[in-house]
């Protein structure tokens, strides 16, 4: 089940456009469209929530259509299952609210990049022994990017990404704190699912990364 190198393309992609974008709720089968979209504009990678009706066969479209193009992962993922699940529909990352050792080790063995939810230094070691590949930090407006920062002096080497309540102005001071990269919703992607709307907020982030 999975490709064994999905996630270290994952962790490139990932790294390279610095934006994790989260799809949740229902578009109306208009997925391909947005991540169109998000893709022209610069965004590398689509996480889709396994809260969303249909998540799963969203992912697996997804997939087919930019698996070689962008990095796709499920969100919100609680189970070992789900992990298989999303494996073997050929999804490279795995994102979960908590920091759960079983989770990030099958995530792990299935060739997958791992981000597991923390909040408190001890969560971060703890993800980090388990194996994850890098920190989500949620919710994210409850921390701060002076947490960022503070945690750089003693886990240098850890790759964080804030995410929760990350707006543009946001995302700039949570890059200048030394994240790594940055989950956004519906900062983001508007329930609306207007494309015109998301092209020019999809503009708006990847500014904020310091790419342009």
Known sequence: MGDKRAGERAGELIGRGRIVAIMRGDFGGREEEMVQVLAEAGVTAV??????AGALESIGR???????ELAIGAGTVLRVSEVEAVAGLGGQFIVSPNCRPEVIGVTKRL??????GCFTPTEIVEAVDAGADAVKLFPAQSLGPSFVRAMRGPLPEVRLVPTGG???EAAREYFAA?????????????RDADLERLRA????FVAATGRL
């Not at 997804?62 to 070689?68: A, N, W, Y």
Request: charged share 15%; aromatic share 8%.
């Open 47 to 52: 996480e889709v929530t396994l809260t969303t």
């Open 62 to 68: 997804l997939v087919r259509r930019f698996g070689g």
């Open 111 to 116: 060739g997958l990049f791992s981000l597991p």
């Open 166 to 168: 990350v707006t543009p």
């Open 178 to 190: 030394g994240a790594w990269a940055v989950g956004i919703g519906s900062e983001l992607i508007g």
């Open 201 to 204: 907020r999809a503009g708006e």
